[in-house]
């Protein structure tokens, strides 16, 4: 089995390398025989408003698809870039996913059907300190999320096949959503730190690529950096929590590290657990690096789907399961990431309720409930938050894509410019219903189950209290976590009236290489709950179910009402003077850029004033005094041999007078 591991993140990572390398000949070589993509061509081309106050309108395509009406390229336009016309990328791009996706799901079936712990060593690499062990190890944890990681990555290259079509980059975004894959199979199935780190970056430099995939437009551009610098702030915490551990424990093998995390002194299971933490908060979007998160999503709708919703942000809430005994062994840290959940969660859905973008509701939906598996994680429930990570990652890629659905059809991320879609386009209708359904918590959806599961650990933490975290840390998450209830109802309710109820307007299914992995995701989103039955710990009891479909349904109560009143005006209208700050998400962006940005800004221009008038002028006004000494020191070299030979002869003249007089 670890050799199919090994299979599975070597594929992916061949596919990009051969379709950068290979894929224009490959689609030259195949064009000669006749054969090429066959993607049908919608009446608009599947333009993408980028930021929350963009507004892109729908170009009429022409046959072709990337030269537009009036013969002339299109912006970035290069021959063979759009998967229309690039059969080479696409079978470089979707075959090794394909077969990648294969093995992760026989790797699945396997741990399933016999638990056990798996591991083997490729190689080690010595470092004069504790050894580097290139090697996989599989549990049922890692079997699982392998399987969630292929199955979405699969949907989403499929997926960009149509979705992308005109691209002129298409074989370089393919590329990077291949090597994407590879580097979080390879966080998933690694058996070492170092090596789970090595995935960890790689994935971090294609999120940067990949968000930033329209660099041409300064939101895009901005938002990759933001992205990029924001993570990279936690993964350097991550590093030197990894470095504390494999130290101290005297290797970098996981399991060695687990096996001695109870052994290892209090202050440094406790400094690792913490620092690890910072790597956690970045990759997983928890307060307070959660604020690349919403930006990034001016990067393509799929890369939404695959980053936000099932691999690089549940990273690090896996990597906290994948060691939880080390923070088992630091109490300390669990109560910090119970705080830093209970923020997270329900400041990310207060923002949500107000979002004007589509996208960005989704993008702080996913924050709060990255927050509510932390949450679970805080107080001990495993099984229920890795639960809720797989459930999440299915319906919330399904939302992710069903929005590219509905954002391909009208041509904008905002809102405002959507509604009446039901009939035009049933598929994506009953689709996203069914994810909104699952995110709200709505039975028997899959959403139900999970959240019901984190939820009754949470409520048992704090009424009867546990070995864990303090009481006072556990009543926040458990009050945190039922307000959270409420609002994702709320916020939920309010993108899917927004979305398909009113007036009913013009529009157009989405193409089938887009429709039906949409429509896979919602069959997975509606009957995955059902697999917590046989398990004790996730089978849903009476009170806590209760309580959970109290508060949801006051939330969608609350927003339907108020949308009934006036259907023509948006629910969030009501929040009064509450809308703005929960739609600039409490001003945290602003905070960082008044305590942060601009006192690093202001002190650069210190240096550069310091650089320029101190340091530049003592440089400049050394000039004078040293070509006055030049010009002295090239007074005795006039070029006469006379002189030098006077100088000679004075010299000589000079040392015989000094002897003389010394002796």
């Known amino acids: 089995m670890t050799v199919l591991a090994a ?4 594929l992916p990572f061949l596919g990009a390398l051969f379709g950068l390398l290979l894929g224009p000949w490959t689609t030259r070589r195949l064009a000669e025989l006749g054969l090429r993509t066959a993607a049908p061509v919608p009446p608009v081309r599947p333009t993408e408003a980028r930021g929350a106050e963009a507004h892109v309108e729908a170009e009429p395509d022409v046959p072709g698809g990337d030269v537009p009406a009036e013969g002339l390229p299109a912006p970035g336009y290069a021959p063979g870039g759009g998967s229309r016309g690039a059969l080479g990328p696409v079978l470089f791009a979707v075959l090794p996913t394909v077969f990648a996706a294969g093995l992760t799901i026989v790797i699945g079936l396997t741990a399933w059907l016999s638990p056990g712990v798996r591991q083997s060593t490729l190689t080690t690499i010595p470092t004069g300190g504790p050894e580097i062990s290139v090697g996989v190890s599989i549990d049922g944890l890692a079997a699982l999320l392998g399987v969630l990681v292929g199955i979405v990555a699969l949907a989403v290259q499929v997926y960009s096949v149509a979705y992308m079509r005109d691209e002129p980059r298409y074989s370089s975004y393919a590329a990077f959503v291949s090597l994407f894959t590879a580097a979080m199979l390879l966080v998933v199935y690694a058996s070492d730190l170092l090596v789970l780190y090595v995935g960890w970056e790689v994935m971090g430099i294609c999120s940067y690529f990949l968000v930033g995939h329209h660099w041409e437009e300064k939101t895009g551009s901005r938002a990759a950096v933001k992205a990029f610098l924001v993570t990279r702030i936690g993964d350097a915490g991550l590093l030197l929590g990894v470095i504390v551990l494999g130290v101290g424990a005297g290797s970098f093998d996981i399991a060695t590290v687990l096996a001695k995390a109870g052994s290892l002194p209090d202050g440094t299971v406790l400094a690792a657990a913490l620092l690890l933490l910072c790597g956690v908060a970045g990759k997983s979007a928890l307060f307070p690096l959660h604020t690349w998160l919403p930006d990034a999503m001016a990067g393509p709708t799929p890369i939404s789907a695959l980053i936000h919703a099932a691999t690089m942000v549940a990273a690090g809430v896996y990597l906290v399961a994948r060691l939880y005994e080390v923070f088992l062994a630091a109490p300390a840290s669990l109560a910090v990431l119970g705080v830093l959940a209970a923020v997270s969660m329900l400041g990310s859905a207060c923002a949500a309720l107000a979002q004007a973008d589509l996208k960005r509701v989704l993008a ?6 990255l927050a509510v598996m932390a949450a679970g994680l805080a107080v001990g429930a495993k099984s229920a938050a890795m639960f809720h990570l797989v459930t999440h990652g299915a319906f919330k890629a399904l939302l992710f894509l ?33 994810g909104y359904l699952a995110l709200a918590g709505v039975p028997p959806t899959s959403g139900f189950f999970s959240k019901d599961a984190v939820l009754e650990h949470v409520q048992d933490n704090a009424l009867h209290g546990g070995e864990g975290i303090p009481g006072w840390v556990a009543w926040a998450l458990y009050l945190s976590l039922l307000a959270t209830v409420a609002l994702t109802a709320a916020y939920a309710t309010r993108a899917w009236l927004l979305t398909f109820l009113g007036p009913a307007r013009e529009a157009h299914e989405a193409p089938g290489a887009m429709k039906w992995p949409v429509v896979l995701l919602a ?7 059902f697999f917590a039955l046989g398990d004790e710990e996730l089978r849903p009891h009476l009170a806590p179910a209760a309580m959970s479909l109290l508060f949801t349904a006051a939330g969608v109560a609350a ?5 009934r009143d006036d259907p023509a005006r948006d629910p969030a209208s009501r929040l009064g003077f509450l809308r703005k700050p929960f739609e600039r998400a409490f001003y945290v962006d602003e905070l960082y850029d008044l305590t942060i940005v601009r006192p690093v800004r202001l002190l650069a221009k210190g240096v550069r004033g310091l650089d320029t008038h101190v340091v530049d002028r003592a440089v400049e006004s050394s000039v004078p005094a040293t070509r006055l000494l030049g010009r002295l020191a090239r007074l005795p070299q006039n070029g006469n041999p006379q002189t030098y030979l006077t100088g000679v002869l004075a010299g000589a003249v000079f040392l015989v007078l000094a002897v003389v007089a010394l002796t």
Do not use: E, R
């Not at 299979?7 to 070597?10: E, L, R, S």
């Not at 702080?364 to 409930?369: K, L, P, R």
């Not at 927003?559 to 949308?563: D, E, I, K």
């Open 559 to 563: 927003v339907y009402l108020v949308w």
């Open 7 to 10: 299979q599975a993140i070597a």
């Open 364 to 369: 702080y939906s996913t924050i709060s409930q």
């Open 402 to 434: 069903a929005a590219g659905c509905v954002i391909h059809a009208v041509g904008s991320n905002l809102l405002a410019d959507m509604g009446g879609l039901a009939k035009a386009m049933p598929y994506t209708f009953v689709s996203m219903t069914i």
């Open 523 to 529: 069959g997975a989103s509606a009957v995955l709950g």
